[in-house]
């Protein structure tokens, strides 16, 4: 009667452990896209800047003094 109640008793232990691995990759998931797309506005942000400059570059012929 012990080693089935101690398998039940591990099986389920095994289980907990997954569970809270689960909330743990989850976690970490959420705060990588959060990353991501905060990374991903600030690279926009330096495109729409690079792209002003070269409008800017343009109009005054490229000159550069």
């Given at each position: 009667?012990?080693?089935?109640?101690?398998?039940?008793?591990?099986?389920?232990?095994?289980?907990?452990v997954?569970?809270?691995?689960?909330?743990?990759?989850?976690?970490?998931?959420?705060?990588?896209?959060?990353?991501?797309?905060?990374?991903?506005?600030?690279?926009?942000?330096?495109?729409?800047?690079?792209?002003?400059?070269?409008?800017?570059?343009?109009?005054?012929?490229?000159?550069?003094?």
């Amino acid at each position: 009667m012990f080693w089935p109640m101690l398998a039940v008793a591990l099986g389920f232990l095994g289980i907990a452990v997954l569970g809270v691995l689960a909330i743990k990759v989850f976690l970490e998931a959420r705060r990588l896209g959060r990353q991501v797309a905060e990374t991903t506005q600030r690279i926009n942000r330096a495109a729409e800047d690079l792209e002003q400059a070269a409008t800017h570059l343009s109009r005054t012929g490229g000159a550069l003094r």
